[in-house]
């Protein structure tokens, strides 16, 4: 054993005794006393990674030394215990998903073992992250539920029209601020509408496709953990039933039953560790591209349509007119989905879209002088 080994033993020795204080000084500090014994659990495994790396210093002939928390460390636990866990939980989320990476290049037996355990609390500290705190039992069953959003045809949808009405209304406003004919602005609105439509399909297509790649690998590495430590599978499941407000008994008797069956147990852990719902995928490709063009052109349309009845300044009026209801509209069913007041948010629409056509406006208006 050389001194590069033991000077890697120490390090790893260092900081899973730093993730040890750390989660004794979270559990110090939390009145949920369910919360309290979830950050304890996570102490005592950490704790067999902190003798596990001892052991192979002894071994190598060299003692550890007493403890001393690092300076990052102290700063975690200070602030956690004046500001509460939740100002650090997704530093130590972070801090969790580096842990594994650190042991890359390392090939001691034991090394997938830890890389699995660290892999383990980063998921249960990102669950904690986005809930911000544990719930009480009796709102589990509706924790699930409350949180859903629309999904990805919706979210194509508005931000579909929305992007074509503002792009589109802009681009008539810059080319109308040239002082260029009016069929002039026509066939530009429509090459524009067209451009937006088409543009903001392929985009929706590539993120919802590469999200959906992403996360049938995610599925494929989960149930290969699965197969290869059910056992600590199963308790980190525990664990995130405890985050959430359920006692451990009972918690240990929903893990056991959902592990009678494999299927039932990546499902579960998909959406409860990885937040994924393995029927959906995070929605359909072609559905969000349609979704996405067909409702960009509706709004893009909304800009373009009176330079087919009006000319000159008529064309100009008429198109920020139609285009001011139009964002009216959008804010609103944007308001009912968000929950946002449904004035605000249609005069907010309003306000930012004509602001952006004004400028377009002018800078159009100054080039046209200077052409």
Known sequence: MNKQDLHRFRANWQAESEAVYLYRRLGQNEP????????????????????LWEGKLRQGGKEPGPFRPGVKTRILALLAKRLGAGSVIPLIASIEKGAAGEYAGQSEAEIPSLVRDESSHARVFSYLAKSGSGLEGAEVDRFEGRHR??????????????????????????????????????????????ACALSMALGEWLSVQNARELYQNQLRIEAEELEEAPEEEKEELILIYQAKGVDRAQAEMMANQIFQDKASALDTLAREELAIDPQELGGSAWEAAFTSFLLCLVGGIIPVFPYFFWHGWEGVVASAAFSAIGLF?????SSLITGLNWVWGGCRQILFGVAAAAVTYGIGHLIGIAL
């Open 32 to 51: 949920n006393p369910k919360l309290k014994e979830v950050y304890e659990k996570l102490a005592l495994n950490e704790e067999k990674h902190v003798a």
């Open 149 to 194: 959003t629309g999904g990805n045809a919706l979210r194509a949808g508005v931000l579909g029209a929305n992007d074509g009405l503002v792009s589109v209304f802009c681009i008539v406003m810059g080319v109308a601020g040239a002082g260029v004919a009016s069929p002039i602005i026509l066939i530009t609105g429509v090459a524009g509408l067209l």
């Open 329 to 333: 509209a959008l804010g609103l069913i």
